[in-house]
């Protein structure tokens, strides 16, 4: 079901990935060591991920950090109970539970009773992870198996106390040949960031890994992702209903889905749509605010940016500087300012394009233009 607002978990249910899908597929199948799944918000990348995983049957867990995005600050408990959750849900999927579970218990703090799993609070998040990929390679190694451990937007791992993943990773890398990581990231920059790409100092360096990016959608696929969506609910959408919503929409995967399911539930309406851009505003405005809340000295700054850029189509480097420089009535370091546009970019909210520095996701465009503050 194309417009299920859900991630997508079957190939049936993916419009257009296929050549993304079959890649992907294929890094596991080689066994691949690190993949990296990368692509602005709502692209499709958990779907992908997860319709992926599925098709091949591979044992995985999946470690679903997104949550953490809305905490400030992240404790080693929430850590430990984002991994609780990923393990007891690989305990419920995997057909060698019994065994499983005897592997599992040798991990220092982590104890196993029937399906629920317990982490000690005191466990130190870095030991944990360490030993438990230990035993999670073992368990593979003996049984013969191939083991993905996923981490679905990991460039939050970076808000974690002395987590070190990024060592995990590397050592994970060097010695466990049973096990694939994944690693998807909305913030494409933040995640090259954590894992210190292109340092030599880094503990990942020199390490080779894959990469699939995942874009927007074009103007003419969104057009025929919402006719195919309707069709498959037989709903008739007349062409000039379906322009108007791409060009509000356009390209974002997450937002044309949402679309799509409240038209074929309430109908096909000017207060639908109003619905959906209501909606979509809220939550992009709030992956906004989070991203505000962390650097509330320049909060201003960011905002005057961020809305001088919704109301262009794009924006040279200068041209942004000197409009803010316009706004403040005060002269701003190259330096500083560079820094500013760099951690937008690295988050997503804008992107560096051949017309300039642009706000890429048209609902954060429309939301801000209507920002007051
Ligand atoms: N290729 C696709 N075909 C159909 N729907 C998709 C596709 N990719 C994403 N979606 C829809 O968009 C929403 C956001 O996708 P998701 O996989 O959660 O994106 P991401 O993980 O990149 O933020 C999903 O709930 C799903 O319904
Ligand atoms: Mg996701």
Not at 274 to 284: F, G, Y
Request: glycine share 6%; charged share 30%; hydrophobic share 40%.
């Amino acid at each position: 079901m194309l417009f299920d607002p859900r991630p997508k978990t079957r190939r049936q249910d993916l419009f257009d990935r296929e050549e993304e899908l079959e890649a992907f597929k294929r890094y596991i199948e080689e066994r691949a060591p690190l993949v990296l799944l990368l692509g602005l918000r709502r692209t499709g990348k958990t779907s992908l991920l997860l319709t992926g995983l599925n098709e091949i049957h591979v044992d995985y867990i999946f470690v679903d950090l997104r949550i953490l995005e809305e905490k400030m600050p992240v404790t080693r408990r929430d850590i430990i109970v984002l991994l609780e959750r990923a393990i007891a849900d690989f305990m419920r999927r995997t057909s060698f539970r019994k065994k499983l579970t005897k592997y599992l218990e040798r991990v220092e703090g982590l104890s196993v009773a029937g399906l629920e799993v317990k982490v000690s609070w005191r466990t130190k998040p870095y030991y944990f992870i360490s030993e438990l990929f230990m035993e999670l390679n073992s368990w593979a190694e003996d049984t013969g198996r191939h083991l993905v451990v996923a981490f679905d937007e990991a460039q939050e791992f970076a808000r974690t106390y002395r987590v070190e993943l990024d060592r995990i990773l590397a050592y994970v890398y060097d010695h466990m040949r049973n096990v694939t990581v994944v690693l998807t990231g909305s913030k494409i920059g933040l995640l090259y960031r954590f894992l210190k790409i292109g340092d030599p100092k880094a503990p990942l360096y020199g390490r080779a890994f894959l990469e699939i990016k995942l874009g927007y959608f074009t103007q003419e696929m969104s057009l025929e992702f919402l006719r195919r969506g309707f069709e498959e609910h037989g709903v008739r959408v007349n062409e000039n209903t379906l322009n108007y919503v791409v060009s509000l929409l356009n390209g974002v995967p997450g937002w044309l889905a949402l679309y799509g399911y409240y038209a074929i539930n309430y109908g096909v309406s000017d207060e639908v749509l109003d619905k959906v851009l209501r909606e979509a505003s809220a939550t992009a405005l709030s992956e906004l605010e989070h991203f505000l809340e962390i650097r509330p000295q320049a909060r201003r700054r960011y905002l005057t940016i961020l809305k001088y850029l919704a109301s262009v189509s794009g924006a040279k480097w200068s041209e942004v500087k000197r409009y803010l420089e316009a706004e403040e009535g005060v002269r701003i370091d190259d330096k500083n300012f560079s820094t500013l546009l760099k951690n937008l970019v690295d988050s997503g909210f804008i992107e560096k394009s051949d017309i300039g520095y642009r706000v890429p996701d048209p609902v954060l465009k429309y939301a801000l233009r209507r920002k007051v503050s």
